[in-house]
């Protein structure tokens, strides 16, 4: 009671916090949808941003082109990380290009995309279906009938199959037509910065000099290495005056991270695999006295290798059963066995056996109607019309399709996830069809009008059920792991612990700088994404949480161990290159003082002094730096002096690459090849040509790129 007046006693001022606090409550929702929204862009070039929907769109229309020219239904998560980074890649060149030609008025007319497909040699047009059969060359004529055909199609009247079909066709010229856009607007631009670099004359005798005029020289050398690094000394004032001269290569355009990560792996234990052995030990059984059904029992038996009830060529199956496919008896069970090459335990059976063409050509009409009656009485009547004499393609053109040949080839199938019955009895009737045969056939949705034209390229098939199970961890051993590493990284909370106690429990702390958030992941582990991100977000020191990550098998943690910021990297970060250069320096420096004290007047005598090394070098140009084998290196030098030198006269000490030399050209020649002023200025244009590449790298560093894919893929 007491405790109820109490409460009483304060009910105006609780009425008032209660009050203050649902006003913060309602004040901070309305203030978070008051706030400019969170940029949600891919990236930024020449401050023009685009935005995560735009860069996913591209990814989707890309990899939908490359699903369809590769005959795959699923990319990998490889294959879509690569497709990501090619888009980025297309997409940045592609904005640097047509940001430049704005400025210069370059564009590219439909007139100009029309002459590209009457020439048909761009690369790019090679690649569509467009191709004539015979010479495999991209075919004008195919394309403009197609486009023809597709504009009058009225998709109402096709089957939806069909209908896909030519609307990813379609696509497929739109994305090649707009590639060809943006090629042909790449190729103007870099034309019209390359035809600003001319040749003329007097560069041309150069260059022709630089290749044909060849000299022949001794060379006295004392190699770096004779003198050991611990005699040298390096001061701080020295690696800060190399670092000054060299400042502006070590510029860094974007902020990267150190990152230190233990990344274990969970493996099968003892126990799992004898498991594992047993499991497939009773599906063996199973399958040796099976006859049919062989798709339950390989089901069953948690085979990663699904049963399908056709015909494949030997090399399709997995290795390891491709290798004793052609000595295995038909009806009889092999197995078990371990497959190290995959981690797996195998059993197969060879179902059956027969020589058949691995290559079929055939034609097609689909007939679909209101019901399934009206479906199969029409397809009776088209049927009934063929076999009478009806044209096949005639027909196929009253129902909105064309009836053109086509070609079934066994690896288009071969290795695709099947699991509808109504592709196996398709794929199924087209094989056992005879040349001109022509059947109804029923499937699912509606019928299929078939005729067989030819068949070509007879081979062993099999059918065979395959038990192929990896020997996997179980839950309890996953569990068990997780559990050890998830205490030891609450237990060591900070770098400074994990540097110090990774050993010693069993795990290896590794190690990872320089890295930029346009990767993909930690250590080439898949999944890490998120850790990825943690990286980019954490400070110096911060150690992250435990990450599951790989194939749902690996566990990782990650420290940073330093930033570093965009701009010029830091003494501390390039010292180890910079004292190696200035050891070098320093090095070339005594070696030439000895030298020089010597007196030598001969290439004899510099042979003879300690540690020295001598050799002849022959046919030595301008062009190319020489390579001496005595030094175990390429001197660019030695190219340089040797061309102005004169014969038997000796060169003051020069420092090399891999030492201090001094050369004595004794005799030249010259390649007997004729000057030729024009062909020289072309080769010279061409070079040109090659260097405007580079020009790419330059318009990058000028647009500001920023890329903050990482963030949401």
């Known amino acids: 009671m007491a405790t109820l007046q109490k409460i009483r006693s304060k009910g105006p001022l609780l009425v008032i916090v209660i009050g203050l606090a649902l006003f913060a409550f309602i004040a901070g929702d309305a203030w978070k949808i008051m706030q400019p929204h969170q940029s949600h862009d891919a990236g930024e070039i020449n401050g023009d941003a685009i935005s995560v929907q735009e860069y996913q769109a591209l990814i989707e229309e890309y990899a939908d082109i490359y699903k369809m020219s590769s005959g795959q239904q ?377 005729q067989v034209t030819k068949k070509a390229d007879v081979k062993n098939k099999y059918k065979v059920a395959v038990i192929k199970r990896p020997v996997t961890f179980s839950n309890e051993t996953y569990n068990r792991e997780y559990n050890k590493f998830s205490q030891f990284v609450a237990s060591n909370p900070t770098l400074a612990q994990l540097e110090a106690n990774a050993e010693e429990s069993g795990y290896r702390l590794l190690e990872r700088d320089d890295l930029y958030n346009s990767e993909h992941g930690i250590g080439s582990v898949k999944g890490t994404k998120e850790a990825l991100r943690w990286a980019f977000a954490a400070k110096t020191g911060d150690v992250s949480g435990l990450y599951e990550c790989g194939d749902n098998d690996r566990l990782m943690v990650v420290a940073v161990s330093n930033i570093t910021p965009e701009g010029y990297r830091p003494l501390k970060a390039v010292q180890s290159q910079l004292r190696a250069e200035v050891v070098k320096d320093k090095k070339a420096a005594k070696i030439i003082a000895d030298m020089k004290a010597a007196n030598a007047t001969t290439i004899a005598q510099y042979a003879g002094m300690k540690d020295a090394v001598s050799d002849s070098v022959n046919m030595v140009t301008f062009a190319a730096p020489a390579y001496v084998p005595a030094l175990r290196s390429s001197e660019p030098l030695v190219s340089a002096y040797a061309s102005v030198a004169k014969i038997n006269q000796l060169s003051a000490p020069i420092q090399g690459n891999a030492g201090v030399f001094v050369l004595q050209v004794y005799g030249e020649d010259k390649l007997t090849e004729t000057y030729d002023q024009k062909s020289e200025e072309e080769k010279l244009e061409n070079m040109n040509v090659r260097m405007v590449s580079r020009l790419m790298n330059d318009l990058y560093m000028k647009a500001n790129v920023v890329d903050g894919r990482y963030l949401f893929f």
Do not use: C, H
């Open 74 to 450: 699923s990319l990998t998560d490889e294959q879509m990380t690569q497709i990501k980074d090619e888009v980025w890649r297309n997409y940045v060149n592609n904005k640097l290009v047509s940001d430049e030609a704005k400025k210069l008025g370059l564009t590219v007319s439909k007139e100009e995309v029309r002459a590209m497909i009457d020439a048909g040699v761009n690369p790019l047009l090679q690649q569509t279906p467009f191709r004539n059969p015979q010479t495999g060359a991209f075919d004008k004529d195919m394309l403009m009938k197609f486009l023809a055909d597709y504009s009058k199609m009225n998709q109402t009247q096709m089957s939806g199959q069909y209908a896909e079909y030519y609307s990813s066709l379609y696509k497929f010229w739109t994305f090649i037509e707009k590639n060809l856009v943006e090629s042909r607007l790449a190729e103007k631009y870099q034309a019209l910065i390359a035809n600003s670099l001319l040749s003329n004359p007097v560069e041309a005798q150069d260059a022709f000099d630089a290749r044909v005029d060849q000299k022949n020289i001794l060379l006295a050398a004392i190699p770096y290495y004779s003198i050991p690094d611990s005699s040298i000394v390096v001061k701080e004032s020295d690696l800060k005056e190399l670092y000054n001269k060299k400042k502006e290569q070590f510029r860094q355009y974007v902020e990267t991270r150190n990152v230190k990560y233990i990344d274990v792996q969970v493996t099968a234990s003892p126990e799992d695999r004898a498991a594992i052995e047993n499991e497939v030990a009773e599906s063996t059984q199973t399958l040796r006295f099976t006859a049919n059904e062989y798709r339950g029992v390989v089901n069953a038996s948690g085979s990663e290798y699904p049963y399908v009830d056709l015909y494949y060529n030997g090399s399709a199956f997995p290795r390891d059963i491709a290798s004793r496919i052609d000595t295995a008896k038909v009806g009889e069970t092999y197995g078990p066995y371990y497959n190290v090459a995959d981690n797996t335990i195998n059993s197969f059976k060879v179902v059956a056996k027969k020589a058949a063409a691995d290559s079929v050509e055939y034609r097609q009409i689909q007939v679909m109607a209101e019901t399934p009656a009206k479906t199969q009485a029409l397809a009776d009547s088209i049927y009934d019309a063929i076999r009478k004499g009806a044209s096949f393609t005639e027909v196929a053109k009253i129902y909105g399709q064309t009836g053109e040949n086509i070609w079934l080839t066994s690896s288009q199938y071969e290795g695709a996830v099947i699991n509808d019955d109504s592709q196996v009895k398709y794929i199924s009737t087209i094989n056992d069809m005879a040349p001109n045969e022509i059947q109804n056939v029923e499937l699912g949705q509606g019928n299929i009008i078939l």
